[in-house]
């Protein structure tokens, strides 16, 4: 009996011990099946943080591009409305009070001030109406850099694809919600030359607008004129040197206008004073952000790239710095001709396309690039021939 106990306990450990293991193998099994299943989906040679951060901020990627698609053309109602509102003042307020002081400055004024409008309804209109450029679709592209795994087609250099237009846009920089459009190739220079404007128009308003603006808001009165002995304040004073006499002339006059009078006006501000004080706060804050980005942007210009091609330059000069190599941005040839090919002053054009509103198109047609090393020096050379013909031609005119 006990030998038969015994084989019968050693059964059921054995057992007990069995299921235990089949258990653990199953758990080990399914923890296996679940990282497989995983790695499928997420896995790619480039799997890191990052792109695990960008997979799960996915929804709300999704939500501030659709939110922002949606506003935009709410965004360009408001910018259209402020910029109508504050020329209205200045023409209201502005224009009859430097016509009182002098008629040839206001004239002057007056063409500077027309010649800024212009251009920012002009470069604002075109920025927002342009399109940025976009890789043909069914045509071949001469040089692919890779493929867009959202369109899933070739992108040729200094392309990009934008989540909020869903399309793929030829030198990319940003999209901009106030001009409801993205900023690419054919639309860059409208932008930033749109901006230069604004900064250059709010800058021309503070300055001519400063002494209104203190003395109608600060001072309180339109104009002062310091030859007036009626405006003097303070009360009546009797001397007696025997008796002192209380003083009841509380409501002394001041010329024409009576202390509570005078206390009334400064209690609120009129109509003129808060569109002053209106005027002061849009275009100080238009100044300063809009200013900082438009200084932001002429440096990357000056280096030859855009938004996002800063971030990517970035990243590559570190990377290639722990090597101990140094990276060169392709698209930069030197802060002068950046400007010149950004700006379009090429093949004739001057200064007078950038001073006055022009529509002239960028160089080339946004697909192929030439870079500091496919440059060649038939392009300078062809360049140069072209300056040194209006030289000629020029010096010809001058001729007798």
Request: aromatic share 12%.
């Amino acid at each position: 009996m006990c030998v038969v106990e015994k084989h019968f306990q050693i059964t059921i450990c054995t057992q007990k011990s069995d299921v235990l293991k089949y258990f653990r193998d199953s758990v080990r099994w399914q923890w296996r099946k679940i990282n497989l299943s995983i790695y499928s989906l997420f896995y790619n040679h480039f799997m890191d943080q990052g792109y695990i951060a960008d997979v799960c901020m996915e929804p709300m990627f999704w939500f501030v591009d659709n939110f922002t698609k949606f506003l935009g053309p709410f965004f360009v109602a408001s910018v259209c409305g402020l910029t109508a509102s504050v020329v209205a003042i200045a023409y209201w307020i502005g224009l009859p009070y430097w016509w009182n002081k002098s008629p040839w400055v206001t004239v002057l004024l007056i063409i500077v001030g027309h010649w800024l409008l212009v251009n920012i309804c002009f470069h604002y209109y075109m920025a927002a109406n342009t399109l940025p450029g976009y890789p043909p679709e069914g045509a071949l592209i001469p040089e692919a850099a890779s493929i867009c795994k959202k369109c899933i087609a070739p992108k040729p250099p200094r392309t990009h694809h934008c989540s909020v237009c869903n399309k793929c846009v030829l030198k990319m920089d940003h999209h901009c919600p106030w001009l409801n459009n993205c900023i690419g190739h054919y639309n860059h220079r409208y932008f930033f030359l749109y901006m230069a404007y604004m900064c250059l128009g709010v800058l021309f308003l503070i300055i001519f607008g400063f002494q209104l603006a203190y003395n109608e808001v600060w001072v309180g009165v339109d104009e002062i004129d310091e030859d007036d002995e009626s405006l003097i304040e303070g009360h009546p004073v009797r001397i007696n040197n025997s008796v002192l006499i209380p003083m009841t002339e509380l409501m002394a006059s001041i010329g024409n206008v009576s202390i509570l009078e005078t206390t009334q006006l400064y209690e609120g501000r009129s109509l003129r004073q808060n569109c002053l004080l209106y005027m002061a706060f849009i275009n100080t804050g238009v100044l300063i952000a809009l200013g900082a980005l438009t200084l932001w942007h002429a440096r990357l210009i000056s280096r030859g790239e855009t938004s996002i091609e800063a971030n990517i330059n970035k990243a590559e000069t570190k990377r290639l710095a722990e090597r101990n190599k140094v990276y060169i941005n392709p698209y930069n040839f030197g802060r002068r001709k950046n400007w010149r090919l950004f700006l379009g002053i090429v093949r004739g054009r001057t200064w007078r396309h950038v001073l006055l509103p022009s529509p002239h198109k960028p160089i080339g047609e946004g697909l192929t690039w030439h870079t500091v090393h496919s440059d060649t020096e038939d392009d300078l050379e062809e360049e140069e021939e072209e300056e040194g013909g209006d030289r000629n031609r020029r010096g010809y005119m001058k001729d007798p």
